[in-house]
């Protein structure tokens, strides 16, 4: 190829690179009393402030139940911040700031007057934009999505328009809905106040750094993205792992477990980006589309491949790191009869011409031995008949760890000789490690994802279909534990890699997982 047409080749990205113009917004956060509010939302949004990237001039508003005023709602956030910011000391002349663009409008949301309230409050800005540009982040339980929706659109505060006519958002926190048809009620009841375009799904693991390099790696770089097919790829694992146990969360995870916890939406998310298929572009559509379509190509499970190729496990006493773990099934406002699964491993298939036959095994619990979560993409064996036969030692496969945290990377493992005589083989690795190459540079998922939401780009957020057809592959799963109460072989020791049913997945085909090496 000769320079112009490379050039050329380079011209016909139909990445725009251009971003959103972030405008003057009010941003109201409904659940302003909760705890993802005071751990998050308004940590995230100080550090935005902080680095000057929210628009001038923009408000919040904290919508709840509580009594508090301005005042009060301020002092409490700005002690939550002290606890909780990624960056300390909390620099004062910024909150001062930050802190005057911060409100409170005490209300029940149920309560229609409390609407009215808000739309005055709102319309008391001074700026024009800030009275229309309308970010509502619904941080509440799902179940009082609809009723918000409704109650601000019956105000006037929120309007159905197609794309680019008004910038009202709605940002909704997940769980999206229990099951499908829970999530397609849900989706029913928010689109009937305002558009598909105007929805804002939120799954924080799209915000995390590592995870939107998924992209960048596989589709910016020639050489990867080649061996990324069933040519090359002996199989592919993916761990999300969680040292931490359900602690005081049980009354919530007693009716999720971690297949709707952490596999409807953060693995099957790794999943969809490490899966798909090249976007024709990098806007919003173009990559939802190939996600879907990948999620729709995960092969529906009958209940005889279930009971074959999914593990769920639930932890008993044990330790983590030399800390006493109780049961899951003693653990505050858990049922001690309970059969919720802390430990899933799927084995799945992609039916698509580049994945076809290549196994995906993926893992998440709580009470494992380290918190992290890789992809390791595993590659098909050189062929042994030199330095294997030589040395009488099975050459290890080569293999690409995306670490997506801690210690965010990337390794390469491949085999190398041992220095002086002989043929000795050792399998080395190649690293790329973030903090080394651009410092510590850890925004929240949160900060990234406020941000988007505000300029209008839905790329890191999940669209209708991509939450229902996530839903449909957890939903089969299961609808086939029903009345299938945990046997002994599926609990397992808190501190241990789940039951060994999860290596046995494995084990019969050959292979073994590559677990995490714990954080240094
Ligand atoms: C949340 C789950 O969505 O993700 C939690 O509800 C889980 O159970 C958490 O602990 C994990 O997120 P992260 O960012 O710590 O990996």
Request: hydrophobic letters at 40%; proline letters at 5%.
């Amino acid at each position: 190829m000769n320079e112009s047409s490379y050039l050329d080749e380079l011209l016909a990205s139909r990445a725009t690179g251009s971003r959103r113009a972030i405008e003057p917004c009010t941003v109201v956060i409904f659940g302003a009393s909760g705890d993802l509010t005071a751990r998050k939302l308004i940590p995230a949004l100080y550090h935005l402030a902080l680095e000057k990237a929210l628009p001038t001039p923009y408000r919040i508003i904290g919508f709840a139940r509580r009594e508090k005023t301005d005042d009060s709602f301020r002092a409490e956030l700005l002690e939550a911040l002290t606890k909780f910011s990624r960056t300390k000391p909390v620099n004062q002349a910024v909150w001062q700031s930050f802190a005057a663009n911060l409100h409170y409008c005490q209300a029940d949301i149920s309560e229609a007057a409390g609407y009215e309230r808000l739309k005055q409050l709102i319309n008391s800005a001074s700026e024009e934009k800030l009275k229309t540009n309308l970010l509502f982040y619904l941080a509440t339980n799902p179940s009082q999505f609809g009723e918000i929706a409704g109650n601000l659109s019956q105000v006037g505060l929120l309007e159905k328009c197609e794309a680019g006519g008004c910038m009202q958002r709605l940002v909704v926190e997940k769980p999206f809905g229990h099951d499908l048809p829970s999530a397609q009620q849900l989706n029913a009841e928010l689109i009937r106040h305002a558009h598909e375009n105007q929805i804002f799904r939120i799954d924080h693991y799209l915000g995390k750094e590592t995870v939107q390099n998924i992209l960048t790696f596989r589709f910016s770089n020639g050489i990867f993205e080649n061996l990324w097919t069933r040519d090359s790829v002996d199989h592919v694992q993916i761990t999300v792992a969680e040292k931490l146990g359900v602690g005081s969360r049980g009354g919530y995870y007693e009716e999720s477990g971690a297949m709707r916890d952490m596999i409807q939406n953060h693995v099957l998310q790794v999943l969809s980006l490490v899966a798909m298929e090249p976007p024709v572009s990098l806007e919003a559509e173009a990559v939802r589309d190939e996600k879907v379509k990948l999620l729709k190509s995960v092969r529906p499970m009958t209940p005889a491949d279930i009971a074959r190729n999914v593990v769920r496990g639930q932890y008993f006493a044990g330790e983590v790191d030399g800390e006493a773990r109780p049961a899951y099934r003693s653990e505050p406002k858990v049922s001690p009869k309970s059969n919720v699964e802390t430990f899933v491993a799927i084995k799945l298939w992609i039916d698509n011409w580049r994945w076809s036959g290549v196994p995906f095994y993926v893992r998440t619990g709580k009470n494992l031995p380290v918190s992290a979560s890789e992809v390791r993409v595993q590659f098909k064996p050189a062929p042994n008949i030199l330095y294997g036969a030589k040395s009488d030692i099975h050459l290890d496969p080569n293999s690409l760890t995306l670490r997506l945290q801690p210690n965010e990377g990337i390794a390469l493992r491949f085999n190398g000789k041992v220095p002086g005589g002989g043929t000795k083989l050792q399998p080395v690795r190649m690293q790329f490690s973030y903090d080394t190459e651009f410092g510590a540079y850890t925004p929240e998922a949160y900060e990234r994802l406020l941000l988007e939401a505000i300029a209008g780009d839905a790329t890191l957020f999940i669209r209708r279909d991509e939450v229902e057809t996530a839903w449909s592959i957890v939903d089969s799963i299961r609808n086939a534990w029903t009345d299938k109460p945990l046997t002994n072989r599926e609990f397992y020791l808190a501190g241990t890699w789940g039951p060994t049913a999860s290596d046995d997945l494995l084990a019969t085909e050959g292979r073994e997982w590559k677990h995490p090496q714990p954080q240094k």
